[in-house]
Structures are given as structure tokens and as C-alpha cells.
């Protein structure tokens, strides 16, 4: 084999290892993939996670953090009756009317969510949840771009169960990393 | 090169300098009305985007903007925005909750048999006025007031907007009120107490023509309280047929059924995992 073939290949492989390690640590987009969601369980109380429990929660955690980067994206309110209910869905509902009435929306890029549940309750009705989050923000005027930042969020989160799905009741931006 | 990039660092100082700016308080409490600071001068835009609203209006550059006490109910992290012909400056605040003062209560389960060990849970989620989670740790007074008993109370901090506490149902059936109470907010529940599984479950046989009536003593838990209405009672005949169940649900305290009996037959009695005695009877005397 010539010198010249073996660089080629030393290349090729080179090239297919970048590419896999860029596809690895893409963010998540607003429109397309599942936010990445990490669950720590073990500090749950006073009733101990399920496992089934402990894989429903971040699945649906990540989809209701999904529909409401695309509702806030398209202004589509409707978007959020899949996994949310409560004061969380009436205060993104009414986000998104007021984004429409100013013509603003909001674009996300997800960069993943470290959730710590903090409480079970005992009936296994309500868990309330801390979510470390980060994530790029864009809030956009008729299509021009008049803010954007990196973000690293903390949540306080509850979320109560559904028929096929854990929802989200309540989702409340604290104090904590740099806003 | 080197008088480019002079040229565009001092374009760029240049447009730093003249630049629109927007301060805000870093934090602030619900329902509390704000002025941002802002600089520059003339026309100018002001977005303020927060959990539950995204507003847009026209100010004028470097007069503070009132944000008044509505805008700012919901708990959580704003983005105030200043756009300007010379481009546009953010800043970014929290709203905190302000003072716990509603309550929502979960109690569950709605009907509980007497005497089970921490059988009733009671969660106390704590909202301030504008339904916020109120973060601060707040006493939550929990209260129980069973038919003909005195109240029994009991504190709990909330912790994170939480408090909660689990009640063994008493002895005797009947409903329970729990409630939870902190500022002004009074939440009640009411739990159903219901008789537990049946005890000593007996029967007894009588004739009546070709059959026998087979009924239950008035059917009671072990702390003497009636098994409801409807509660299902099994009745097992086994002659040389074979065996042959028949379910009947309590009526008026008991269980009765007729059972055609050739010959000798057995007859035992259950309520779901709980037996009672059995008969020995025979048909045709």
C-alpha cells in the first residue's frame, strides 16, 4: 500500500470520528429531537420510585419540554395540551397569545436537563422535581433576532400523573446559576 | 491589515458607547411594580418577556420604563429588552414568589378502611397569591376532626412549596375532615372511613321446601363496624356433584342465598380472602 493511500485512509478515518463526536454532542433543536433529560432518583421520598416511574418521568419530561419549545417557536397553544395541565399550561398558554399579539416567538436550542427528584408523594400522585437546564435562547420580532443568550436554569417542577403519561403542573424558574 | 482592524475596533467602541442600555433589579417579588433604568435617547422599543407574558411597546431611550405590578405576577426569570436604531440591549431578573397565602390540598384515598396505619395521604402544596410555588419554608397546620372526636392538629414546614403527612383512619367508620391551613387559605378535605374486611364470618341453614336457606350473621370488621351493602359474599356447596359457588352481596347487613341440597353437602362461607364456618347439612330430611 502506498504512502499516499495509508494518509488517505489516516484521513477518512480521522474525518468519520469528527463527524460521530459532533453528532454526539449536538444539541437538541426546538423542532426536531428529544431534549436530553438525566433523572436522579434516589433522593426521591418519601415514597421510593418505581422503575417504571423512573423511566416514564424523564421521557415525558423531555416531550413536554419538546412541545413547549415548538409552541413557543410557532405560537401554537395547542401544543401543550399533550404534557401540560394546570397553572404551567395556563402561563405558556397565555406566553403564547402574548407572543402573538407582540408578534415575538421564542426559539430554543436544548443543551439537556439534569433533574433531581426532590419529592414523592406518598400516594404516588405528585413528584416535584429541580431541573438543571441549559439551554441557547432566542427571542426573535417579525423574524429579526433582538435577543440571545446561553442559559443555565434552575426549575422547580411538579408534575402530577395522567392517564398514559406524567404532565407537567407547575414549572417555576429559580434563583441559583447565573440567569 | 493593521489600519483595518483599528478602523473596526474604534467603529466598534464607537457603537459600544452610543449604545442604548437597560438595567433592571437583579430580583424582585411578585406582584411588586419595577422601574428599568434605561440610557440613550430617542425612540426605542421595550420588549419584557416573562413565564406568562411577552410584551412589546414604544418608549422613548433613557427614561425609566414602569412595569407595573400585573405585568410581574408570575414567579420566575424575565428578559427586558432594549431595541434602539443603534441596536438592542437585554438584561435579565428574577420575580420571587411573595408571601405564602393559598393552599392546594391532595388527599388521598377518598374512602379508607378503619384502622389502617398511615393510610390516608395528605400533601399541602403552598402558593402565594399569584400561584406561585412559595419557596420559603412556611408552617402548615394540618388538622383532623373525625364524627363525636376532637380535633387533633399537627405542624409541618413546607419545604421547596411542599408539606405533607400520613393518618391512620380510626377504628370506627365514618367521615374524617383533614384539613391543612397557613395565612388565610383553609383547605378541607373530607375521607370516608369504611368498615375493613369482613370478621368472623358466620352462617347458619335453614329448610325451606326442597332447599336451604343459607344467610350470614349481620357481617362486621373486627372493630364491629357493618361490611357496607354490596360487599360480595361467596357461598360454597360441595355434595357428591361437585362443588358449586354462588356470590351474593350483602343486603341490609347480611348475606342470604337458597341452595338446592341432594343428599349430604358441606356449605362454607368467604368474603374476599376472609372465611367463616362451615355447615354440614343434608337434603331430604
Known amino acids: 500500500m502506498s504512502a499516499s493511500l495509508r494518509y488517505l485512509l489516516l484521513a477518512m478515518a480521522f474525518c468519520i470520528l469528527v463527524c460521530a463526536l459532533a453528532v454526539v454532542h449536538l444539541p437538541a433543536s426546538a423542532s426536531g429531537e428529544l431534549p436530553h433529560v438525566e433523572l436522579q432518583a434516589e433522593s426521591a421520598g418519601p415514597r421510593s420510585m418505581e422503575d417504571l416511574t423512573s423511566k416514564s418521568v424523564p421521557r415525558d419530561y423531555a416531550l413536554a419540554w419538546q412541545s413547549m419549545e415548538r409552541a413557543l417557536e410557532e405560537n401554537r397553544a395547542g401544543l401543550l395540551d399533550a404534557y401540560f395541565t394546570g397553572f404551567a399550561k395556563q402561563d405558556l398558554t397565555e406566553r403564547v397569545k402574548s407572543q402573538i399579539q407582540s408578534g415575538l416567538q421564542t426559539r430554543y436550542q436544548d443543551r439537556g436537563h439534569k433533574l433531581d427528584a426532590v419529592f414523592y408523594a406518598p400516594a404516588g400522585d405528585a413528584m416535584q422535581l429541580r431541573d438543571r437546564a441549559q439551554f441557547d435562547i432566542q427571542v426573535l420580532d417579525g423574524g429579526k433576532v433582538i435577543y440571545e443568550a446561553p442559559v443555565s436554569a434552575q426549575f422547580i417542577v411538579l408534575m402530577t400523573p395522567g392517564a398514559d403519561r406524567w404532565l407537567v403542573r407547575q414549572i417555576q424558574a429559580i434563583p441559583g446559576e447565573k440567569p | ?285
Open chain 2, 1 to 285: 491589515m493593521r489600519a483595518l482592524t483599528a478602523i473596526l475596533l474604534v467603529v466598534g467602541t464607537a457603537g459600544i458607547s452610543g449604545a442604548a442600555e437597560i438595567h433592571a433589579p437583579a430580583q424582585t417579588t411578585a406582584g411588586n411594580a419595577i422601574t428599568i433604568a434605561t440610557s440613550g435617547s430617542g425612540d426605542a422599543t421595550f420588549y419584557l418577556i416573562g413565564p406568562a407574558s411577552a410584551l412589546k411597546q414604544k418608549v422613548q431611550a433613557g427614561a425609566g420604563i414602569p412595569v407595573d405590578s400585573g405585568q410581574l405576577e408570575r414567579a420566575g426569570r424575565y428578559v427586558a429588552v432594549l431595541c434602539a436604531s443603534d441596536g438592542c440591549a437585554s438584561t435579565s431578573f428574577f420575580v420571587n414568589p411573595a408571601a405564602a397565602n393559598r393552599l392546594s390540598l391532595l388527599v388521598h384515598p377518598s374512602r379508607v378502611p378503619v384502622g389502617r396505619t398511615n393510610g390516608i395521604s395528605t400533601v399541602a402544596f403552598v402558593f402565594d397569591n399569584f400561584h406561585n410555588l412559595a419557596l420559603k419554608s412556611e408552617p402548615v397546620k394540618f388538622s383532623i376532626l373525625a364524627k363525636d372526636a376532637k380535633e387533633i392538629s399537627a405542624n409541618r414546614d413546607s419545604e421547596n412549596g411542599v408539606a405533607w403527612v400520613r393518618i391512620s383512619s380510626a377504628r370506627k367508620e365514618g367521615p374524617v375532615r383533614i384539613g391543612a391551613a397557613i395565612g388565610h387559605a383553609n383547605e378541607v378535605r373530607v375521607v370516608q372511613q369504611v368498615a375493613a374486611d369482613a370478621c368472623n364470618l358466620r352462617i347458619k341453614a335453614s329448610r325451606v321446601k326442597n332447599a336451604f336457606l343459607v344467610e350470614t350473621d349481620p357481617v362486621r370488621d373486627c372493630s364491629g363496624n357493618p361490611v357496607p351493602d354490596g360487599t360480595v359474599v361467596s357461598f360454597t356447596k360441595s355434595d357428591a356433584g361437585g362443588k358449586t359457588t354462588v356470590d351474593v352481596p350483602i343486603k341490609r347487613g347480611v348475606a342470604r342465598v337458597e341452595m338446592p341440597v341432594e343428599g349430604g353437602a358441606r356449605i362454607s362461607v368467604a368474603s374476599g380472602v376472609v372465611t367463616g364456618n362451615e355447615l354440614e347439612v343434608a337434603g331430604g330430611q
